[in-house]
Structures are given as C-alpha cells and as structure tokens.
C-alpha cells in the first residue's frame, strides 16, 4: 500500500510530476545566489492587503497578485526573484546558510494549511522542494519493517512535513567528494495533517560539491512517544510539564512532552520563539489534541514532543500566535527552563 501524503492524492502527484510544465519541486535556474537579501519581512498592512486584494482569486491571477503586491510593499528586487521562482506562491522569510547549498524557510499565504516550507537553494536546479514528496525515495521507507508495523496498526498512515517555522533547522552532514546532505524531519500521521502523530522519518537530499541534486536517501524512523498523547501522560506522569515556572529536570537520552492549551479552532497556536541549543535538546515534533467539547472555540492541546541529546542547560521559549488571514500577532511568549543530567 503506498504511503499517504498529506493533502497530496498519489496519482495526482505522479501526474504533476509527468505533465506539468514546470515541477513544484524544481525551479529553473537562476544566475545569481540566494542569500538574505532576499528575505521579506512583510507589514501586517502588507498582508492584509494581500488578503484583500488576492484572497478571491485563483490559479495564476491568485499567484501574480502575490508579485504585484510584494511590488507595491516595495520588497527587494531579489526577494520578488525568489517568488518568482515559486511561480508565485510563497515568499522568503529567513535563511539559513549551509554551505555548498542553502536553507531556505518559505511562507505559503495561500495555502490553508502549512504555511511554512523548506526550500534548498543555491543549488542545480535551482530550488529543491522539501516538501515535494515526489523527490523521496518512499519505496525504502515502505519496505523498513517498523514502517510495514505502524502501517498495519494505522492504516490511514500519512507522510506529512514537519516543523517547517525555521525553530529547527534541518541537520547537514557531509558526503565523500566534498558532497553535502540536507537531513530533513517529515511526521508520520493518521490520516491528515492535523491527525493524531505516529512517528517521524527523515530523507537526507544529496548534493555534489558543486550543488547539482542527486537524490534523496530514507535515512531513519522513529515512533513516536506520543502516539497516544493521553495514554503517554497516565504512562508517564513525571515526563509531562505545562507549568513554566517548573524547571525540567531529565536525564540525557530521554524523551518528554510539553503539553500546552491550545485554540487552533480560533487560529492560535504556540510556536517556539527561538532556535533550540541542540547539543542539549532536540525536537521531535508536535501534535495538536483536538479538544472533546463540541462547542465553538473550544480549546485542544499541543503535545511538543522534544529529546534531551546532551548534558546542561537551556530554555524552550514558545510564543503563541494567531496564524489565521495572515495575522502574526504575539499573544503570549513563556519559557520553560530545562537541566539534563
């Protein structure tokens, strides 16, 4: 059975991937590098206008107004070549230098969900989607036996991005012949992209010394330990934290969650505010409980799933915002303080 992708039908991805005359994962390319010069930070006015103006079109007049209106707002010449490339679906707003080729967050205004990509640059061709799960090498995936386990418990199980806001950067890692791999963290989910987490696997897309693509590798899985997030709780009392003012105390290696009140129904979510220290801690992924109440605006939890790899100590810093009609106002920002031994 082949593996589900989020909000992606597998004959239509084959489809895109035969017919269509530009590929979402590809860019034609481009003369010049990408660097932050073509990172656009755009006003709240920017983006309501982009609501206002955009928000009742479709196709390729939905896509050219995004232009027009980063044109009008007065973006750089570079960041309006980089939407371009995107065909007018997104714009640049952080990067991240990697060496022979690049990191690049991109926010999809358009999208009604997962409004955050990864995008590789600086490389041949051009632009490599993360999120093009045309590009992964599923076949290997779908043969590793703790894939064939989960598949047969969930059988609606879906390969969905993971955290894609720029908190956590995919890891590098060097290839022989001056090579370099982009290792890039995708969820294992049931059913949808906002359905209960299984797991995570990660595809390391590899690029030659001088930034030609030559494919993605499956690299790891690994289940969840919040598959079920209540049950995980009842299990696991002690590595459960809500309250900020309690240090984490955990020791190296080990797994824990934090649980936050979240109103996603109201377009609020948490995020975190800051990079991680990873030599002390990593994250795994998140998920979002969907509340019992039937009532409107009721709220669910966020189950931030996180690893502590080193010993010492750091701060989890979680700002809650409204991601909804290209709002990004802060409601709240709180820091978990966390010891590994």
């Given at each position: 059975?082949?593996?589900?992708?989020?909000?992606?039908?597998?004959f239509?991805?084959?489809?895109?991937?035969?017919?269509?005359?530009v590929?979402p994962?590809y860019?034609?390319?481009?003369n010049n590098?990408?660097n932050?010069d073509?990172?656009w930070?755009?006003?709240?006015d920017d983006?309501g206008n982009?609501?206002?103006?955009?928000?009742?079109?479709?196709?390729?007049?939905l896509?050219?107004?995004?232009?027009s209106?980063?044109?009008?707002?007065?973006a750089?010449?570079?960041?309006i070549?980089?939407t371009?490339?995107?065909?007018?679906?997104?714009?640049?707003?952080?990067?991240?230098p990697s060496?022979?080729?690049?990191?690049a967050v991109?926010?999809?205004?358009?999208?009604?969900?997962?409004h955050?990509g990864y995008?590789?640059v600086?490389?041949?061709?051009?632009?490599?989607?993360a999120?093009?799960?045309?590009l992964?090498n599923l076949?290997?995936l779908e043969?590793?036996?703790g894939y064939i386990q989960l598949?047969n418990?969930y059988p609606r199980?879906?390969?969905?991005?993971?955290d894609?806001?720029?908190?956590?950067?995919?890891?590098i890692?060097?290839?022989?012949?001056?090579?370099?791999?982009i290792?890039?963290?995708?969820?294992?989910?049931?059913?949808c992209?906002?359905?209960?987490?299984?797991?995570y696997?990660e595809?390391?897309?590899?690029?030659?010394s001088?930034?030609?693509?030559?494919g993605?590798?499956?690299l790891?899985?690994?289940?969840?330990?919040v598959?079920?997030?209540?049950?995980?709780?009842?299990?696991?009392?002690?590595?459960v934290?809500s309250?900020?003012?309690?240090?984490?105390?955990i020791?190296?290696?080990?797994e824990?969650v934090?649980?936050?009140?979240?109103?996603?129904?109201?377009g609020?979510?948490?995020e975190?505010?800051?990079?991680l220290?990873?030599k002390?801690?990593?994250?795994?992924?998140?998920?979002?409980?969907?509340?019992?109440?039937?009532?409107?605006?009721?709220?669910?939890k966020?189950?931030?799933?996180?690893r502590?790899?080193g010993?010492?100590?750091?701060?989890?810093?979680?700002k809650?915002v409204?991601?909804?009609?290209?709002?990004?106002?802060?409601?709240?920002?709180?820091?978990?303080?966390?010891?590994v031994n």
């Amino acid at each position: 059975m082949p593996t589900i992708k989020c909000f992606l039908n597998l004959f239509i991805l084959i489809s895109s991937l035969i017919f269509a005359p530009v590929q979402p994962g590809y860019a034609q390319q481009t003369n010049n590098k990408f660097n932050a010069d073509a990172v656009w930070n755009p006003s709240i006015d920017d983006m309501g206008n982009i609501t206002i103006k955009c928000g009742l079109l479709k196709g390729e007049d939905l896509y050219s107004c995004l232009i027009s209106e980063m044109q009008s707002a007065n973006a750089s010449d570079r960041a309006i070549e980089f939407t371009k490339l995107l065909d007018g679906r997104g714009y640049m707003k952080a990067f991240k230098p990697s060496g022979t080729v690049d990191i690049a967050v991109v926010y999809y205004p358009f999208n009604k969900e997962n409004h955050d990509g990864y995008v590789i640059v600086n490389c041949s061709p051009a632009l490599v989607d993360a999120d093009n799960y045309g590009l992964l090498n599923l076949d290997e995936l779908e043969k590793e036996s703790g894939y064939i386990q989960l598949e047969n418990k969930y059988p609606r199980i879906s390969l969905c991005a993971g955290d894609r806001t720029g908190a956590n950067y995919p890891l590098i890692d060097n290839l022989p012949n001056n090579g370099e791999r982009i290792i890039v963290n995708y969820a294992l989910r049931d059913g949808c992209n906002s359905c209960e987490l299984i797991g995570y696997v990660e595809f390391g897309f590899d690029f030659d010394s001088t930034g030609n693509f030559l494919g993605t590798e499956f690299l790891t899985l690994k289940k969840s330990v919040v598959l079920d997030s209540v049950a995980f709780e009842n299990r696991n009392p002690n590595n459960v934290f809500s309250d900020p003012s309690q240090t984490i105390v955990i020791s190296q290696g080990d797994e824990f969650v934090i649980a936050l009140q979240s109103n996603h129904s109201a377009g609020l979510k948490w995020e975190l505010a800051e990079p991680l220290d990873e030599k002390v801690v990593t994250l795994l992924g998140s998920n979002f409980v969907i509340p019992n109440e039937t009532l409107p605006n009721a709220a669910g939890k966020e189950t931030w799933n996180f690893r502590a790899t080193g010993k010492g100590g750091t701060g989890i810093i979680f700002k809650y915002v409204r991601d909804w009609q290209n709002e990004t106002k802060e409601y709240q920002n709180i820091t978990f303080t966390l010891m590994v031994n």
